[in-house]
Structure formats: C-alpha cells, structure tokens
C-alpha cells in the first residue's frame, strides 16, 4: 500500500508573481499616469487631469511599477506649507489614488499607501488630508478617520468639487 505525501499549495507570492515595485515618477512618466487614471475619470472617481500637469508635478506621484515595466497604481502627495495663523505645521494630500483594475486587492493600493504616509513623514508634515468617492476601506484601515474640508488646506479644500460628493479623510501623523 502507497500512500500519497500531500502537496502543499504554492506560496501566495508565487500564484500572484514578483511584488511590484514603488518609485518616484519621473516626467516622462506623464502619459503612463494620465493613461492610468482614465479608467477613474471616465467613472467619476478622479477628475481628469492633463498630462502636462502630470508631467510637472511628476515628482509628487509614488507609482508602483511591474517588473515588466507597466504600471499598476499611483498616488501624488502635495505637500502644503504651514498656515501661520492657524498654529498648524505643513500638511499633505494626497491625490489621484489609483490601482489598475486587474491589481485591486493585491495589495498594490497599500504598498502605495503604506510607501506615501513614509515619503510624508520624511517630509515632516503633521497631517494628511484626501478625498475619495468611494468608501474609504483602505485609507480607515491605515487610520485616516473622516473629517470635513474645513480642517484641510484651504486651498485644496477650495478646489473640492461638491457635487462630486466626496468622502473626505484624515491621519494625524
């Protein structure tokens, strides 16, 4: 009689391939990032950006990159000086939050989080503000709590479209 050895199932990182890899964007990034996000301008979810303007502030964007070079999600951090009738330090936000359809729930979207809340405490800033019209598991997972567009920046808060009906979070760093 013969008995079989159970086969133990691949590791969970050989059935989802290499971890992507998180860098700064570069300017010749720009069509790649516009291309990206149109899947959520089209939706609603991101409003539409030109790709000169991805192109300029290129260096905001952390961009989580395949090993064959696409890209799988991006996020911008726009810092915001400190406000000095408010008492506060600088704050950030962060902006345009995509994942590529085919990588939701792979954990793209919280290698990029997790690499943005980084970048912002090496920048010293306080807070980080963002908006999103979707639900907001994610960013209530790394404790952004919900706040109102009063306690942002007020100039990003000025640019808020309300017809959009974002939901808008917070993390004190």
Do not use: K
Not at 109 to 115: C, F, Y
Not at 118 to 143: D, E, K, M, V
Not at 145 to 164: F, G, H, I, M, Q
């Amino acid at each position: 009689m013969t008995t079989a050895t159970p086969r133990s199932a691949p590791p969970l990182q050989a059935l989802l391939g290499p971890a992507p890899t998180v860098r700064t964007g570069r300017q010749e990034d720009a069509v790649a990032l516009a291309d990206l996000s149109h899947p959520f301008v089209r939706s609603g979810a991101l409003r539409e950006r030109p790709v000169s303007l991805f192109a300029t502030h290129a260096a905001d964007f952390l961009v989580s990159e395949a090993s064959d070079g696409t890209f799988e999600g991006c996020v911008g951090l726009r810092a915001h000086p400190a406000d000095p009738g408010e008492g506060r330090g600088p704050t950030g936000v962060l902006y345009n939050f995509c994942v590529a359809g085919h990588r939701q729930g792979g954990g793209v979207g919280a290698g990029l989080l997790r690499a943005v809340l980084a970048r912002a405490r090496a920048q010293s800033l306080g807070a980080l503000f963002t908006a999103t019209t979707g639900g907001g598991g994610l960013f209530l997972r790394y404790g952004f709590t919900p706040t109102t567009a009063c306690l942002a920046p007020p100039s990003w808060a000025e640019s808020l479209d309300p017809r959009r009906n974002a939901r808008i979070f917070a993390r004190i760093l």
